[in-house]
């Protein structure tokens, strides 16, 4: 079993910056390992992914304002999150060894932005 714990949300004007930070219990440097965030009312949906190759994606409505990066010795990934906007305010979720489905999530943190 694998323990994802994530850190860094928080409550933010917009326009301003978080960073979020996902520590694996053990080493998935052969997984691909990403964010998710889900909105009140909303499905969850893929925020950003990082693959062991270090291909990266990222979904339309965050690009150029999110990065996502990878300290593979410390089993950890980051989300850099810039000129936020209300509308991500959301649970942000890391999850691990993504295949059709990620098979190991966090337990979710929250990201509230305010105008």
């Known amino acids: 079993q694998v323990q994802l714990d994530e850190s860094g949300g928080g409550s933010v004007q917009a326009g301003g910056s978080l960073r979020l930070s996902c520590v694996a219990s053990?080493?998935?440097?052969?997984?691909?390992m990403a964010w998710y965030r889900q909105a009140p009312g909303k499905e969850r949906e893929s925020v950003s992914r990082?693959?062991?190759?270090?291909?990266?994606s990222y979904t339309d409505s965050v690009k150029g304002r999110f990065a996502i990066s990878r300290h593979i010795r410390n089993n950890t990934i980051f989300l850099q999150m810039n000129n936020l906007k209300t509308e991500d305010t959301a649970v942000y979720y890391c999850?691990?060894?993504?295949?059709?489905?990620?098979?190991?999530w966090g337990q979710g943190i929250q990201v509230t932005v305010s105008s």
């Open positions: 990082v693959n062991p190759d270090g291909s990266i």
């Open positions: 999850a691990a060894c993504i295949y059709t489905t990620p098979n190991y």
């Open positions: 053990r080493d998935l440097s052969r997984c691909a």
